[in-house]
């Protein structure tokens, strides 16, 4: 089959996209709201994209008639948002953060999750979350009904049990974020497996990158 995107209405580009690019994290994203409450909204259009300088990215969908969500409107206004990744405990109070209420509502709240403030940034992270990542806005790229946010991580919350006693690798069995797959289905990276390069690929790679100037 071949798909035209131009000539492809949105929603099935949607449908195609979100069906073939998988699995997706998700990002629970705390912001702060301008009565001061906290805001949070589950993102599966996220993912890192740098580690110098440390960038997260975010596609976040306005409502229609082009309105913007809380979300957008807050780090918008702030400059700065948490990101919150979600492991299985998470996972039914991350779908109650995921309705759409007043701008009043605060969601942490709702879903029964605790906030803390943040170290670095204006807004609160989730105690229950295996990882959250403070941003700040770096840029944000507006198309037509969609924000794509990029994001400066300048502080990282790790839980104790999800690394290694040397702090450097994450433990698997511990740390499980789910991630999303298509419509309403989830994905649990309980099974995983390695892949290294031959010896042989190694050597080649290392002689090519010696010869490379300095």
Do not use: W
């Not at 409107?73 to 492991?87: H, P, S, W, Y």
């Not at 209420?101 to 709702?110: F, R, T």
């Not at 403070?134 to 049990?161: N, S, W």
């Amino acid at each position: 089959m071949e798909f035209d995107f131009d000539a492809l209405p949105a929603a099935d580009r949607y449908r195609l996209l979100t069906s073939f690019v998988v699995p997706r994290p998700i990002a629970l994203v705390t912001t702060r709201a301008p009565s001061g409450h906290d805001n949070a909204a589950p993102m599966s259009f996220f993912n890192v994209f740098a580690q110098e300088p440390p960038i997260l990215i975010l596609g976040i969908q306005g409502r229609a008639g082009g309105v913007e969500k809380d979300t957008t409107a807050n780090l918008r206004r702030t400059g700065e948002f948490v990101v919150n990744m979600v492991d299985a405990s998470l996972a039914e109070r991350m779908i109650i953060c995921s309705t759409a209420l007043a701008s009043e509502v605060d969601e942490l709240k709702l879903a029964g999750l605790t906030a803390v403030p943040a170290l670095q940034v204006n807004a609160a992270r989730v105690a229950e979350s295996p990882c959250a990542m403070e941003c700040r806005v770096e840029q944000i790229i507006d198309y037509p009904g969609r924000a794509i946010v990029l994001g400066r991580v300048v502080q990282m919350h790790v839980r104790d049990d999800c690394l290694d006693t040397a702090g450097r690798y994450v433990v698997p069995e511990v740390y499980q974020p789910i991630a999303r797959l298509h419509a309403d289905n989830y994905i649990i990276p309980d099974r995983q497996f390695q892949l290294k390069k031959s010896a042989d690929m190694t050597a080649a790679e290392a002689e090519f990158l010696a010869g490379l100037p300095r």
